[in-house]
């Protein structure tokens, strides 16, 4: 069905105030074809969400919204190693973490408690605690907005990276993901390497998928606003990669400062870290703030609009620029 004037307060984590013109949840992808072809909203911008967990809506959408409510789940094949399940875009990321981890299918166990859905997942190639979901892809599928064709693309023509992803260049805004099928691994190896994983686990002998999965939400829900108390999506902003030569330099000055590998010549540095260093952690500013566990969220409380949060993010990042000489940029998909 298709709905005229959808409020959207409840379908962007941030809580933020907006409507869309038109909004649809098509259910397969013959019915969203359906939709695109419809000519009653031809030249209207088309806009995809999952969860609305990494959009930031600056005022009203005035064209389509389409969430693919594809919530199917399917063994699809098997080889001695490996398990392959095709998710539809709709199911709940978290939900589909739990199914894998509970049949002992590993890749996923780090990404545990990320907000969103199953489609959104390859868009920014979602990443945490030392795990990307890159390399638990197998393959994506995809509706063309404009040509109604229907595309797979394996995960090297995906082109991964940090947060990265084809859909998020060449294919930006052209595309409706559908289904992503995993390759999920029948004998897992822990990956505990991260700091915060390793010190969660340290008294856990032998760990497996569900206690690494248990130690991530415990370390998640210490660090990190739930959005159903409290209005945010996640990372605000990326984790800047500078030339190694500027990291180290502000290392040197600052022996606080972790670094991250990033490529030969380059170092990925902490926003976080910038951002509690100009001196934002905690603050609020109006009716948006800085988290005071983890300074990369920005959080909307009661009332906030987009443009109040769009202000505190240039604020932050003009001081960060002038402090260090980085730009940090948004992560978030600012509407
Ligand atoms: N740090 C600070 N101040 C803070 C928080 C962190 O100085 O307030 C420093 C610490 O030195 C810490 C380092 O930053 O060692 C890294 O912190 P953390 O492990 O919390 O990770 P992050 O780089 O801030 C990234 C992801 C998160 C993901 C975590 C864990 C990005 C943009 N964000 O954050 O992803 O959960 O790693 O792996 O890469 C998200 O995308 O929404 C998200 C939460």
């Not at 390793?198 to 032998?206: C, F």
């Not at 108390?229 to 606080?256: M, T």
């Not at 260093?277 to 920005?298: E, I």
């Amino acid at each position: 069905m298709i709905t005229r004037n959808r409020d959207l307060k409840r379908l962007n984590t941030l809580g933020l105030e907006a409507k869309a013109l038109w909004y649809a949840a098509p259910h397969s992808v013959d019915a969203l074809k359906e939709v695109l072809k419809d000519p009653a909203y031809e030249g209207l911008p088309v806009l995809i969400t999952g969860s609305g967990s990494n959009l930031l809506f600056s005022g009203d959408f005035n064209g389509l919204l389409i969430h693919p409510d594809f919530n199917e789940i399917k063994i699809t094949g098997e080889d001695s190693d490996y398990v392959y399940v095709r998710a539809g875009a709709g199911v709940d990321w978290d939900v589909f973490v739990a199914w894998c981890v509970d049949r002992g299918w590993g890749g996923l166990e780090n990404l545990s408690l990320i907000p969103g859905c199953v489609g959104a997942c390859p868009v920014q190639n979602i990443g945490a605690y030392g795990s990307e979901v890159g390399d638990s892809i197998h393959k994506v599928e995809y509706v063309d907005i404009k040509s109604l064709k229907e595309v797979t693309l394996s995960a090297p023509e995906c082109r991964f990276g940090y947060r990265d992803s084809i859909f998020k260049r060449e294919l930006k805004s052209a595309t409706v993901i559908t289904y992503v099928t995993f390759r999920l691994s029948k004998y897992p190896v822990i990956n505990a390497g991260y700091a915060d994983v390793a010190a969660e686990l340290s008294g856990v002998e032998n760990p497996g998928l569900s206690d690494v999965r248990r130690a991530i939400i415990d370390i998640r829900r210490r660090k990190l606003p739930d959005p159903a108390v409290i209005g945010n999506a996640g990372s605000f902003f990326k984790n800047p990669v500078v030339p190694e030569a500027l990291a180290l330099s502000i290392q040197r000055d600052n022996p606080s400062l972790k670094l991250f590998a990033a490529g030969s010549g380059f170092s990925k540095v902490p926003a976080a870290w910038l951002i509690e260093q100009c001196g934002f952690k905690g603050k609020r500013f109006g009716n948006v703030g800085v988290h005071p566990n983890q300074a990369l969220v920005l959080v909307a409380y009661d009332g906030a609009t987009g443009k109040e949060l769009l202000e505190l993010s240039d604020r932050i990042r003009r001081a960060v620029n002038e402090k260090f000489g980085i730009e940090i940029e948004p992560e978030v998909n600012i509407i």
